[in-house]
Each structure stands twice: as C-alpha cells, then as structure tokens.
Nanobody
Framework: QVQLVESGGGLVQAGGSLRLSCAASGRTFSRYTMGWFRQAPGKEREFVAAMTWSDTTVYTDSVKGRFTISRDNAKNTVYLQMNSLKFEDTAVYYC?????????????????WGQGTQVTVSS
C-alpha cells in the first residue's frame, strides 16, 4: 500500500516557476514508477510526466523543455519542477504510483493516487 501527498501548488504569474513535491509512504518507493498528471477545469485528466524506477523519464509534448521530473528515493519523494509556466498549465496536479515500468503514460497502470494540488497561472 502506498499513500501519496502532494504539495507545492499555488498561484504564479505566467513565466514563473513552481516545484511540486509528492511524498510517498511505504518502504518500496524506489521500485515504483512515479507519474504526474493534471486536470484542467472542464477537461479530462491528462499525463504530464513520469519516471520509472530505473530513471527513465517521459514527458508530454506541451511541457518538454519546461518541466523536469525527479525523485529522491532516500526521501520517498518525487518532484516536478515547472518553469516558464503558461496560463494553460493551470490545473489540479496529481501524483501517482505504479508498479510497472511499461505504458507509463497510461493512467490505468497507476494504482495509487494523491489528492492533488492546485496550480494556477495568471496571464
């Protein structure tokens, strides 16, 4: 069982930066694929970024070059550094964990989800 708690969301001006954190419980954090997803108002939840236990990373096209996912296994924490934020990045951001390193952009492989943290980018 894994419990996930996100933090770091807030209000930022366009062009600014935020770093989201996701703290995970459990002793096997290092063996999980960790993902970030987001849901904007009136839209479906979508994939943002993921990192496997072997440090393979994947990003959705719209955030490449601006967002960076990283993990600290000693702290059971995964991060999402978000730079050059745009109005369209406004969403609730969710952290998720999966015990697979395949198809990591698919929501259905993630069995554990956090409650989400709001990111609002003002234009």
């Amino acid at each position: 069982q894994v419990q996930l708690v996100e933090s770091g969301g807030g209000l930022v001006q366009a062009g600014g930066s935020l770093r989201l954190s996701c703290a995970a419980s459990g002793r096997t954090f290092s063996r999980y694929t960790m993902g970030w997803f987001r849901q904007a108002p009136g839209k479906e939840r979508e994939f943002v970024a993921a990192m496997t236990w072997s440090d393979t990373t994947v990003y959705t096209d719209s955030v490449k070059g601006r967002f960076t996912i990283s993990r600290d296994n000693a702290k059971n924490t995964v991060y999402l550094q978000m730079n050059s934020l745009k109005f369209e990045d406004t969403a609730v951001y969710y952290c998720a964990a999966a015990d697979s390193e395949y198809n990591i952009i698919w929501q259905r492989i993630y069995g554990y989800w956090g409650q989400g943290t709001q990111v609002t980018v003002s234009s």
